[in-house]
């Protein structure tokens, strides 16, 4: 069956990758599945069309037959499950992979979404200057344990996995904060995420709309 | 084999439970599984043989035999992945109930955790008053749209699912804040989890601890 995703007809951060759709394109080259993209615009986004397939108006989506999905992570799941290539065959391995995941999008992306929200949405207000380094040492928190777990390890949990996928990606996002860059073994393992021939053709994908 | 979680010895709510320990236990008595409980301090969590266990110091954690999970989220998953009771049996429904899972703690738990730090952690600041406004706005951005997809369904998604488990945990969360009170079909979706047996148990299990 096709599967078809959906993404931005302009990406707002013009094709670095950190758009939700790379997650998902990376995921799919990963596991060797072909897939469509259907392009999406802002407008687009919030009309009932599109709500039917994410309640909350985002990108990406996931529909393959008469399966409709939304949310990254459950996405990455699915194709993690049904094909090789993102998880271990050990299940107890594979529950890892899992609690990987969730890691990386409830307890390392949360303030990586404030700091996004303090510079994008609160960027212009009045206690930017003082609070922004609080926001910042939230984040330091969660990275100094991360690099404290990874040590000197190529990826969280043995071989790489969907929770490694999420992981990076959800790193990704402070590359320009420069955050990353405090901790050379986290820096060090994105930098292995974005060396993988699935993840080059993944953000290959992407830059090639956003660049038009 | 014995399953183990760990909660806290006291809990920062004094029982009210919102710690994450009740969604774990609430998961165990929807699917009928017995758990022992290990109590962990606040100064132990942040020690080597907790953070073995949790690599960002928190609770809970599970246990089942050479089994270690940490995440709530993904010790949700293995419980409805190996028993009755928090899955539907339809392949494309489980999916989709993972996605509202994924949903739960990446697209509607954030804004949230936005607000609790916002009033525990910078409630002292002199930019509280002026900035609570914005941050409590982005939680009704979200709550506005999940309102809109739930309209006056029972659950998310047919059947009462680990995706509402988790749905109904991390709106809890706002209650003290009134906002879940602008929203009438929410407030009573989270008065049915409540009202479910598993989460009567597993808040009464909780209370019991942190009553004392």
């Known amino acids: 069956m096709t599967i078809t995703i959906t993404a931005f007809e302009r990406s ?7 758009a939700r759709d790379t997650r998902v394109r990376w995921a799919l080259e990963e596991v060797g599945q072909p897939y469509d ?12 069309e599109h709500v039917a397939l994410n309640p909350f108006g985002q990108i990406p989506t996931y529909e393959e037959g008469d399966l409709v999905l939304f949310e990254t992570g459950s996405i ?9 290539g993102l998880f271990p065959s ?13 890691a990386a ?12 929200n303090a510079k ?11 609070r922004m380094p609080i926001v910042k040492d939230r984040v330091r928190s969660r990275l100094t344990q991360l690099s404290a777990r990874l040590g000197s390890s190529e990826w969280l949990d043995g071989v790489f996995s969907a929770g490694d996928l999420l992981m990076v990606s959800v790193l990704l996002r402070l590359r320009a904060s420069g955050l990353l860059d405090e901790f050379s073994n986290l820096a060090a ?16 994908a992407q830059l090639a709309i956003n660049a038009r």
Not at 93 to 100: D, G, K, L, P, Y
């Open 12 to 18: 707002p951060d013009g094709g670095k990758g950190l």
């Open 37 to 48: 993209v259907r392009l999406v615009s802002f407008r687009a986004l919030k009309e009932p």
């Open 120 to 130: 994008i949405l609160e960027g212009d207000k009045p206690w930017t200057d003082e």
């Open 90 to 102: 050990d299940a107890n391995a594979r529950a890892r992979a899992i609690s990987w995941m969730f």
């Open 105 to 116: 999008v409830n307890s390392v992306e949360p303030p990586i979404l404030e700091l996004v």
């Open 189 to 204: 393992y994105v930098a292995r995420g974005e060396a993988r021939p699935a993840y080059k053709r993944a953000f290959d």
């Open 76 to 84: 990455v799941l699915h194709l993690a499950e049904r094909h090789a």
